[in-house]
């Protein structure tokens, strides 16, 4: 019988449950100040601390984010008239490293070409960074990381259609 009792979970349970927890201000992931398994077995992650489970994520957004604003400073040197219009994604950029406690340490690519095509490449890429952004948002284990990123991707988003629609840079 409690076999029967236990394979009866309903969703209904489940979230009465889950909203308990967070009633109550409980949570699922483990204090901020003790590594994740600490407390599933003395001496578990006594011997190494657990990498925090977003790093590398992190370090793949930084990444990113380098590369966008060497691009976005090789057209403003490659295209002098084009300078004024890509600083809006300078600071966009260098904001983001910013908050993610990442050094500017992007050097200008060296790019060529008229002023059309570097517009579409600065354009592409902005693109790209965007739709790398909104995928870091889902795949971050931490929520915090999860809404900043998101805010990332909406960010370069805003920017990709104020440009598109030849607002103000």
Known sequence: MTRHL???ATRRGVLGLLVGITATGCSLDPPRDEPAGASASPG???TAPADDPDSELVRRVVDDLTAALALVGGVARAARPLAAEVAP?????AAHLEALEAPDRARPLRVRGPLPS?????????TALQRTLAEAAVTARSGALAALLATMSAAVAQRLTVDAAGGPP
């Open 6 to 8: 236990a394979a009866r």
């Open 44 to 46: 578990a992650g006594a």
């Open 89 to 93: 994604w300078r600071e966009l950029h």
């Open 118 to 126: 570097l517009r579409s490449r600065l354009r592409r890429e902005e």
